[in-house]
C-alpha cells in the first residue's frame, strides 16, 4: 500500500473514532405487551460507554407525560454500564402505542442525541357504540342506547354515572347476551348544545375499577320542521 493510502486509511479511522457516539446501546427500539388491567409497564434500556473518555448524560425526556424516564446517576467512566428505566402509565390508552424518549450527552465531539423507541400493545377488552350518543338542539329528547361488549366474560359494567344533570344515564337490566350490556341515556332537555361524560365503572380490577369514559352530545341547530 502506498504511503498516501495508508495516510488516508489513517485518517479515515481516526475521523471514525472521533465521531463515534459514546453510549452503546443493547436496543434502542424494546415492544411490550401489557396486561390492560395494569397501571403502568416498565422497560429497560441497557447501555455502554464505549469511549476512553467519562461521559455526561445532560437529560432524558419523553414525548408524552405518561413516560418517564429514570436514571440511577448521570456520569459514566469509559467501559461502564448503565440503564435507563422508562415507566409508561398506561391510563385510559388501548392499541398499539409509540413513545419515544431523547437522551442528550456532552461528549467530546460536542452535544449528541440518541433516539429511543417504546412500543407498547394493550389490549382492547371492550367494543362500545355508538360513541358519542348524539342529540341535535331542539331534537326530542328520547333515550338513546350505548352498548358495551366485553371481550371477556369475568369483565361487566357495575356502575353508571352522568356528570352533567342534563343527562340521565342508567345501566339496563335486560342483557341479551352475558358480554353484551347496554346504558340508556336520555337527555333532561336538548335546547342547548353540551357535551357530556359518563363514567362507566367496570368490576375488575378489584383493587382498582376501570373506569370507561364515555360522551353524550348535544350539537348543532335544530333541526328542520
Known sequence: MTTPMRLLGFMMGL???LTAHAL?????????????????????????NSRKVPVHITSAFSS???????????????????????????GQVIGDQI????????????SRIYNLILEARIPRLFEIGPQPVVWQVGERPQARTLT??????????V??????????????TDVADDRIYRILVT?????QELYAPILVTMNLPERNP????????????????
Open 187 to 191: 337527555p333532561t332537555t336538548t335546547e
Open 210 to 225: 376501570r373506569v370507561l369514559i364515555l360522551y353524550a352530545r348535544i350539537a348543532g341547530s335544530a333541526p328542520p320542521p
Open 24 to 48: 452503546d446501546w443493547a436496543s434502542t427500539r424494546i415492544r411490550v405487551e401489557t396486561d390492560p388491567f395494569d397501571e403502568s409497564t416498565q422497560v429497560t434500556y441497557r447501555f455502554v
Open 64 to 90: 408524552c407525560g405518561c413516560t418517564v424516564p429514570r436514571l440511577s446517576k448521570m456520569d459514566y467512566s469509559p467501559g461502564e454500564q448503565g440503564e435507563l428505566v422508562a415507566v409508561f402509565t398506561l
Open 15 to 17: 475521523t471514525g473514532c
Open 99 to 110: 413513545r419515544s424518549i431523547t437522551v442528550t450527552t456532552d461528549e467530546p465531539e460536542g
Open 148 to 157: 358495551i361488549k366485553s371481550v371477556r366474560p369475568d369483565i361487566h359494567p
Open 159 to 172: 356502575k353508571v354515572d352522568s356528570r352533567d344533570p342534563r343527562i340521565q344515564a342508567e345501566l339496563s
